[in-house]
């Protein structure tokens, strides 16, 4: 019998600048998901919570989703992919919303590696830079960053443990 562990992120030397990871599944963001971001966050701009004022008093005539929300769902798409298991999310160099979200937009999202570099001060970790596009369901990039992520070597992942024995075992 053999048992498997499903990945959560990746160690530094299975990341290969030039790679590409499409990130499953995507999110249809409701109303309901954009208030209530809204509201956590405070950003009780009409824009985004308002349809009068979205229909008349703004260039779109609806609402639009907030940024800060698309990037996060973006983000978080990537992690199970590319930042799972990584020490720390050292910065985003850039953030940039291309085109607007609405209510019922689905997003998808895919990661490219850009570089790959090991640490020259701990042997037992590197830098991997990263950039993440986040699509609507038209296939029109609604979302983009880079990022750098500070990643454990192979040797040096921390060991999974669980708070109970498998019955299975």
């Known amino acids: 019998m053999t048992t498997h562990e499903r990945p959560f992120g990746r160690a530094l030397e299975d990341f290969v600048a030039g790679d590409v990871y499409r990130h499953w599944p995507g999110k249809t963001i409701t109303e309901y998901d954009d208030h209530l971001f809204c509201l956590i966050t405070m950003n009780h701009h009409p824009l985004h919570l308002d349809a009068f004022y979205a229909e008349n008093d703004t260039v779109h005539g609806r609402n639009l989703v907030v940024g800060n929300l698309v ?18 999310n050292l910065e985003v160099e850039s953030l940039m ?4 979200t609405f209510h019922g937009d689905t997003i998808y999202a895919e990661t490219k590696v850009l570089d790959v570099t090991e640490s020259r001060s701990k042997p037992d970790r590197g830098v991997v830079t990263v950039e993440t596009k986040g699509y609507n369901q038209h296939g029109d990039e609604v979302c983009y960053f880079r990022r750098k992520l500070l990643v454990w070597k192979r040797d040096a992942l921390p060991e999974r443990h669980r708070p109970y024995e498998s019955s299975f075992d």
Do not use: E, F, R, T
């Open 97 to 100: 919303h291309k085109k607007p």
């Open 71 to 88: 990037y996060s769902l973006v983000l978080g798409m990537s992690v199970p992919d590319v930042s799972g298991s990584c020490i720390a």
